[in-house]
């Protein structure tokens, strides 16, 4: 009898850590908040090539997006020579800046393994940026999908298998200039309990 009262007292202090903010305080104080609410599109580089480490954290970020089903539908391919990413460059109307980036996440996705594939790659690629600006880096959604010449031009120079798709791709570096986000909040945009 007792044991049982344990474990529940047990069971229920976890349910109320595990709800407990992270951080309390003003939105500053948050680093959560702080990195969403700082980020913004990055396309000029430093000279400066991006640490192993860091580009390990992305990837760690990028894989913790939830997922339908929890089915992770995502591929990977981090590009980070130089011949490939100048090809992407010149191949790729709307990433130019991949000329200047000394690396760049490809975030790909399997339709075969989940009809989710570009919702669930879409929240890894966005925790691929927010990782990115966390650790002092910048980078830059560039669609690949739904183009099919993009699409394409990603499948032939990184030789993605047959059934891959790329969604977008993403350069990577330190910024060349502090980034000043957009004001994008819009009360008017909000609906409560019905339109
Ligand atoms: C689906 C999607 C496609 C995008 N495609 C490109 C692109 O091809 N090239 C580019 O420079 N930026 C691209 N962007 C970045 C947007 O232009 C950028 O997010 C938007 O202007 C808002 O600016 P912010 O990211 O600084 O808040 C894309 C973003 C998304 C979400």
Redesign the pocket.
């Known amino acids: 009898m007792k044991i049982g009262i344990y474990l529940a007292a047990g069971i229920a202090a976890l349910s109320v850590a595990a709800c407990t903010p992270k951080t309390t305080g003003p939105p500053e104080t948050n680093p959560a908040l702080e990195t969403i609410f700082s980020r913004?599109?990055i396309?000029t580089y430093q000279d400066r090539s991006v640490e192993p480490q860091k580009i390990e954290l992305l990837l760690r970020a990028a894989m913790s997006a939830p997922s339908g089903k929890d089915q992770r539908p995502w591929e990977f391919v981090v590009v980070n020579e130089r011949p490939i990413l100048d090809s992407l460059a010149a191949a790729l109307p709307?990433?130019k800046m991949l000329a200047q980036a000394p690396c760049a996440v490809i975030v790909c996705g399997s339709p075969a393994r989940s009809s989710y594939w570009y919702l669930d790659c879409s929240a890894a690629a966005e925790n691929v940026l927010l990782a990115a600006h966390s650790l002092g880096l910048g980078g830059?959604?560039?669609?690949a999908y739904p183009y099919a010449e993009r699409m394409e031009a990603v499948r032939s120079n990184l030789a993605l298998p047959e059934g891959i798709l790329p969604l977008?791709v993403i350069p990577i570096g330190y910024p060349a200039a502090v980034?000043e986000?957009?004001r994008k909040f819009d009360a008017g945009r909000i609906h409560y309990n019905g339109w």
């Open positions: 913004t599109s396309r709307y990433a830059v959604w560039t669609a977008c980034g986000p957009k």
